[in-house]
């Protein structure tokens, strides 16, 4: 299974552009910051990932107030055919619940 679910800032956005296909598409940067329990221990976990939206979820992202917090949903795949790094592909985000303690 390759699904990744995180609670992200909206970061950085590119212009809203099309494939030669006529797909609309968003390319983000998505900031993360949380505190994450490991082999028993407290970790503060920081970190940048790229991100982009195809389709009619392009249109939400590219309308999406930068510096908002969202809980995106989506899966990782190659940026290309030939390249060993990954991109975050969003196929759904929203609004992030209030978390009371």
């Known amino acids: 299974m390759n699904q990744l679910q995180v609670i ?3 970061a950085e956005r590119d212009a809203l552009r099309y494939t030669p296909a006529g797909i609309p598409i968003v390319t983000a940067r998505l900031q993360h910051q949380s505190e994450q329990m490991e082999a028993g221990m407290r970790r ?5 990932i790229v991100a982009m939206a195809a389709g009619e979820i ?3 992202l590219n309308r999406a107030a930068l510096g908002a917090v969202f809980q995106f949903t989506g899966f990782l ?8 790094s990954v991109v975050f592909h969003i ?3 929203g609004p992030v ?3 009371q303690d």
Do not use: T
Not at 44 to 48: A, G, L, N, T, Y
């Open 8 to 10: 992200a800032s909206l």
């Open 44 to 48: 503060q976990v920081e970190f940048e």
């Open 58 to 60: 392009s249109g939400s």
């Open 77 to 84: 795949a190659r940026r290309n055919r030939n390249s060993k």
């Open 91 to 93: 196929v759904d985000f």
């Open 97 to 99: 619940a209030s978390v």
